[in-house]
Nanobody, 121 residues
Framework: QVQLVESGGGLVQAGGSLRLSCAASGRTFSSYGMGWFRQAPGKEREFVATVTSSGDNTYYLPGVKGRFTISRDNAKNTVYLQMNSLQPEDTAVYYC??????????????WGQGTQVTVSK
């Protein structure tokens, strides 16, 4: 069993930055691929970024590549999403998931409760 708790969301102006964190409980964190997804009002949950269990490979939604960086610290059981050059279209609830190194939400077994990111113009 893995429990995930996201933090770091908030309100930021366009062009600003936020760093999201996802803290995991349990001893098996380092065995899971981790991912960040987001869901805007009225839209389906959307893949944002994923990282392998070791942290040596990442993959991004093309629209965030070069602006967002996913990383993990297995010693701290935490995965991060550094978000730079934020735009209003990045506004959403951001969720972290534990599962496979995948762009598909159904490949993730555990989810956090989400953290709101709001980007104003």
């Amino acid at each position: 069993q893995v429990q995930l708790v996201e933090s770091g969301g908030g309100l930021v102006q366009a062009g600003g930055s936020l760093r999201l964190s996802c803290a995991a409980s349990g001893r098996t964190f380092s065995s899971y691929g981790m991912g960040w997804f987001r869901q805007a009002p009225g839209k389906e949950r959307e893949f944002v970024a994923t990282v392998t269990s070791s942290g040596d490979n990442t993959y991004y939604l093309p629209g965030v590549k070069g602006r967002f960086t996913i990383s993990r610290d297995n010693a701290k059981n935490t995965v991060y999403l550094q978000m730079n050059s934020l735009q209003p279209e990045d506004t959403a609830v951001y969720y972290c998931g534990a599962g496979s190194f995948s762009i598909h939400y159904r490949d993730y077994r555990y989810w956090g409760q989400g953290t709101q990111v709001t980007v104003s113009k």
